[in-house]
């Protein structure tokens, strides 16, 4: 099996050219001639289809939810990068390179970052040209604001709707290929497997979620663009829909997982407030532009946060971060609030919230400027919350936000498996160990407009792909395969409800393979994710049938693989024994418990092959070549 990361030669900025040039064509008139599956209709595989059937190909795309426009992209709320240095404050394509290679530690591809940082400038062009309402200035350019991790602003946005304001110009895209015929659009459908033939991806396997018909689809490759699996923790900032199903049985099938231990806990989320609650809310990061966070000097604390006076206040990030203050890295500014509230300085009724204060910048800037950039942000927070932000501060604390791990891709995006692409969040490809805010959406944009185009022609048109059609037994052995696994749910008829099983696995997973990860920690976390998960197969009780709508059966599915993939990142954070980015191995920490890397040993992308259930994955490591950066402790002092 291919393990080639596929890294052209050539100085790091001609390396996409080159490759570019060396790219084999499909002629126009043979485009037509191949269909090409896309799993997800987020920005990453909207964009994908959109521009696939512009170009000629019959496209045919999938997802769960009952329109395209409801993928969990739509939440996103602060913005996209891009190197267009409208602000002249010292922006170029090398700074977001570097800026994205430091933010993520140095634990991702050189070559593929840079990439990303030379086509952003384009996925603005092209998004404005579809329409989509950007924030401007006064004189009518391009607004920008600042996001973590960054001494320049290159975040663009659209208030605090940017996801939503982006997937909207992608599937108007796709919708004007749907009217013409190029996308057939598959919604309420759910992938369950991929059917490999010969070694090759050529089909997956859907269950109709309306009335639980099993399908069978075949294509001559197939792209997964199904987003992150934060929802492991079972509480995260993810859309509730969010899982790992399909990269998950991708995997099963030979698709190598990268790094699946990376994940972030963004800093800025509405506190848990209660045993019974199963969703968490963002609180943007872009909040960290004009919000100061702080705890009180003082332990236990109880006073309102007006009665505490300034010098009574400890304004921790910009004490001890002077540089970047609170727009440090997300991992830094969570880990730095998990410390306060683990020391007792924490705020609210649990002690497990600190302050995000608007006071200073609103007595600067004036309301009306505060609730232009933020309007809908403090709207939402006082519905959830019924605190005013205006008039007191925000409680925030860190919560699973996005998942840097994902499908192992090459510098084509294209898995260890032939004709398995993997986009956007679900491939482990750009942010390294910890990803800088807005960059998410850059990455899913610039896969699917501007990178697919050009390598999936390359493997269409070098890859000897033989006709094949539904009646192949591939198809048939996988389709079994769903239906026995669908069968074995409904057969087992317990007594507990799945969503308990799923709040005490994201229990484990937080407690263990959360913030800070210990080696005991870790290995008893796999011991009890195990005997979790032998008691799901015993005594989950699955309510419905196959044959209807079932969203407990949906659960019930993807929560069996969330417990395989649970173990798996314990697996991963078990082997990393250093500390880099958001994976904060206790045992690996310098004196001001900041994250210490060891270069020598852990300098790898870990790529885990399934071997079987219940046995041990094998590890396989891309060694990780620095030629255009240096490696440093990273600092944002
Ligand atoms: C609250 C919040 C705010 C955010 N704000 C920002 C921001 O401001 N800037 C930024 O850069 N990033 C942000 N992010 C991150 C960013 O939103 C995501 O990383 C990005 O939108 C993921 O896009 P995607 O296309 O990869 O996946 P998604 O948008 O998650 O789309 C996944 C698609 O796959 C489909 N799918 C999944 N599994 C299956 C299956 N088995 N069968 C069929 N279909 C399937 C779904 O139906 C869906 O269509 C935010 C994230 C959150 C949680």
């Not at 649990?350 to 232009?372: C, M, N, P």
């Not at 896969?447 to 493997?459: A, E, Q, R, S």
């Not at 005490?504 to 005997?531: P, T």
Request: proline share 4%.
């Amino acid at each position: 099996m291919s393990f080639d990361a596929r890294v052209p030669p050539g100085p790091i900025d001609r390396k996409w050219t080159l490759c570019k040039n060396d790219l084999k064509l499909v002629s126009p008139t043979n485009k037509r001639k191949y269909d090409i599956i896309v799993v997800g209709t987020g920005l990453a595989g909207a964009s994908a289809a959109a521009s696939l059937a512009e170009l000629g190909y019959n496209v045919k795309a999938f997802c769960f939810q009952d329109s395209g426009r409801r993928a969990h992209s739509i939440a996103a709320q602060g913005g996209i990068n891009a190197a267009k240095n409208y602000q002249n404050d010292g922006d170029s394509v090398g700074r977001l390179f570097y800026d994205t290679i430091k933010g993520g530690d140095f634990r991702a591809r050189e070559s593929n970052v840079y990439r990303l940082a030379e086509v952003s400038a384009s996925i603005i062009d092209q998004c404005v040209a579809q329409g989509v309402p950007f924030a401007r200035e006064y004189g009518g350019t391009l607004a920008n604001r600042t996001f973590g991790g960054v001494l320049v602003s290159r975040t663009f946005y659209a208030r605090g709707q940017t996801g939503q304001q982006l997937l909207l110009g992608a599937y108007s895209s796709m919708a004007r290929q749907i009217k013409k015929g190029k996308i057939k659009m598959y919604p309420r459908q759910e992938m369950l497997d991929l059917v490999v033939i010969d070694g090759v991806a050529r089909g997956i396997i859907t269950r109709d979620l309306v009335n639980g018909e099993l399908q069978k689809h075949e294509g001559h490759a197939v792209l997964l663009c199904t987003g992150g699996y934060s929802n492991v923790f079972y509480l995260s900032t993810n859309a509730k829909g969010c899982n790992t199903t399909a990269i998950w049985r991708a995997y099963k099938r030979g698709a190598y997982f990268a790094n699946p231990c990376f994940t972030q806990i963004h800093p800025t989320s509405i506190p848990v407030h209660g045993d019974y609650q199963s969703k968490l809310t963002l609180m943007s990061e872009s909040l960290r532009n004009d919000g100061r966070v702080w705890v009180p000097k003082k332990k236990q604390d109880t006073r309102p946060a007006h009665a505490i006076p300034v010098e009574e206040r400890d304004y921790y990030l910009e004490r001890k971060y002077p540089t970047y203050g609170n727009m440090v890295p997300r991992d830094v500014a969570s880990r730095n609030a998990k410390i306060v509230c683990d020391e007792g300085y924490g705020v609210g009724p649990t002690g497990q919230a600190v302050y995000l204060d608007f006071e200073d910048a609103i007595k600067r800037d004036g309301k009306e400027v505060i609730r232009q950039k933020y309007g809908n942000l403090f709207h939402m927070y006082e519905k959830i919350t019924g605190e005013n932000p205006y008039r007191a501060p925000m409680k925030i604390f860190p919560a699973p936000h996005y998942t840097m791990g994902g499908l192992w891709v090459d510098y084509h995006l294209e898995s260890n498996l032939p004709g398995l692409f993997v986009l956007g969040e679900a491939n482990f490809s750009d942010h390294g160990a910890n990803r800088l805010g807005a960059s998410a959406l850059m990455q899913g944009l610039a896969d699917g407009y501007f990178v697919i185009p050009y390598t999936l022609g390359n493997h269409l048109a070098t890859a000897k792909l033989d006709k094949v059609t539904t009646h192949h037994p591939a198809f048939e052995e996988a389709l079994n395969a769903v239906r026995g696994t669908i069968d074995r749910l409904l057969r087992i008829n317990g007594t507990r409800s799945v969503e308990s099983y799923h709040r005490e696995l994201g229990r484990i997973m937080w407690n263990h393979c959360g913030m800070s990860r210990s080696e005991s920690g870790l290995k008893d976390a796999i011991e009890k994710i195990r005997a979790l998960r032998e008691d799901f197969w015993k005594n989950v009780k699955v309510l419905g049938s196959h044959a209807e709508f079932n969203q407990d059966l949906e659960r019930a599915g993807r929560l069996a693989d969330f417990f395989e993939l649970g173990e798996l990142m314990c697996r991963d954070a078990l082997d990393r024994k250093e500390s880099c980015g958001g994976h904060f191995r206790e045992e690996s920490q310098t004196e001001e418990n900041e994250a210490k890397r060891d270069d020598a040993n852990y300098c790898y992308v870990s790529a885990w092959e399934y071997q079987g259930d219940n046995q041990v994955p094998k590890l396989h490591k891309e060694a990780l070549n620095f030629e255009a950066v240096h490696l440093t402790q990273r600092s944002y002092k």
